[in-house]
Every structure is written in C-alpha cells, then in structure tokens.
C-alpha cells in the first residue's frame, strides 16, 4: 500500500483547527433602513437563526459593542451612506462590517473596501441582490465563515462557496511554486482535506471520527488529481506549472464541489464507498 500524502500528525492538527473554527462564535447584528432591516431579519434567519438587530441611529454606530465574529451589516441609501461609513470610520466593529446601499435598478452588486474592516456593497432588493449580499459577508467573515454558514443556512451556500474559492487560490499557487514531481501533493491534500471538512461543518456535521470517511475520498481524489497532472506536464513541458497551478485550482473547486452536493444530501456514506476509495490508495 502507497504511503498516505500527507502526514498524519499534521491531518490530525487539521481536523482540530476546522472543528475549533466551526465552533467560533459568529453573529449578524442588522442595522440602518427600518424597511430593509426588516426584510434582512427574514432573508438572514431562514431556516436558522434570527439576527440582532441596532435600533439606534446609524450616527451611532460607533458605540456598537462589537466582538470577533459579530458581522455588522448596515442598509443604508445613497443619500444616507456618508453618514453610515462616517459612523463606521471612528471604531470599525472588530467582526467587520458591510454596508448595503440600496440602489435599486442601478445597483451592480460591485463591492469595495470602504474602511477598516469595512466594505461596500452596492445593493439590490431581489433575490440576486441578496444572494451577493450573503457572498459579500461570507468573505467579510474571515476564520469565522464555516461557523456563520453553520449558524445561519441562509448563507450556507456562500460559505461553501468561500471556502472553495480560498481552498483552489491557496492549491493553485502551490501547484505554481512547486517544481518537484509529487512534492506538493501533501500541502495540497491538506488544504483539501480541510476544505472538505469545513464544508462538512458548514451543512451542520459534526467534526468527528466519522469524518475519516470524507478524508479518505480526499486522499484518494487527490492520488487521481495527480496522475491526471503528470500526464498534462508530460504532454506540455514548456509550460507544466503553469498547468500544475491551473489543475490545483480547478481539481480543488471540483473536490468542493462534490462535498457540497455529498453534505447537502447528508452525508449518505456507506461501507462500499470507504473500501472502493481505500483500494484506490494500493495503485
């Protein structure tokens, strides 16, 4: 049987990082526009939990008692966000925040750091406007993003989108750094083996024993992913990490985007399936 691509002691630190990020405290605190406020609370609690909420004027914003993983989101109109990114500029609330400006037909879902730990959103009040709004604060979220989509199912999607995104960016530079034949496959298992994890805490799965199941799939994923880039490379030699770089990034969001639809069915896994991708590691 091949040697396993990563190091055992490191997958296991790997697993007790993506359980303690999934149990990090992660809010939404909704604040601004009354009317639209109070179309967030039913946007942002569908089928979870319901956010707080800042009943005071936006010029007060600064006074918000914010803490790591408590993600401000303020609507505002065009003609009110001076004063919101004003009240913000004093003390940025230390989860970050985003400000949604309401503008309508003209909105282009564009969004642009706008402070300290503060971002701007050009917004929308259809269901495109908010589905980018839950993207905006996915990547607002930081460390505390698997937590947030656990919390909150509304922007469980675009958790697992972020996580993705990060996951295939940090794979697709380690497949452009490393010239080595098979010297980057241990990093990028990691990576996967906690993309995969995180988006299994993000669907509401406990991190557990049970999840070697999923490590397994990774491990075995990843021995394919590599054959299928050394035969690329060999073909094209002039330009082979180039194709490293692009096979990590798309592989990785290929493996992400399986667990997302393995998570969203819950987990259906079953001993046929862990022998079959054990197997695959005697080749």
Partial sequence: MARLPFNVSKAVN?????????????????????????????????????????????????????????????????EGEVEALAALAGSAPKGGAVVAV???????????????????????????????????????????????????????????????????????????????????MPAMTLNQAKMVLSIAGIYGEDINQERVVELVGVVGLGFALRGVARYLVRKMPGIGWVVKGVTGYVATLAVGKAAVRYFERGAPASTSKVVALASSLRR
């Avoid at 993705?164 to 380690?174: K, P, S």
């Fill in 102 to 184: 309401d503008e309508g037909p003209a909105a282009t879902g564009k969004a642009n750091r706008a402070g300290l730990r503060t971002t701007r959103l050009s917004f929308a009040d259809t269901p495109e406007g908010w589905d980018r709004l839950f993207g905006v604060c996915a990547e607002a979220a930081g460390d505390h993003v698997a937590a947030l989509g656990r919390r909150y199912p509304a922007v469980r999607d675009a958790a697992a989108r972020r996580v993705m995104v990060r996951a295939a960016g940090q794979n697709g530079l380690i497949g452009l750094a490393f010239f080595v034949p098979g010297a980057d």
């Fill in 14 to 78: 790997t697993w007790k990082e993506v359980s303690a990020n999934t149990s990090l405290s992660a809010n939404f605190v909704l604040a601004g526009d009354q009317r639209l406020v109070a179309l967030a609370q039913q946007q942002f609690s569908s089928g979870g939990t319901l956010p707080a909420t800042w009943i005071r004027p936006v010029a007060e914003l600064a006074e918000v008692a914010s803490v790591p993983g408590e993600l401000l989101v303020v609507f505002t109109t065009p």
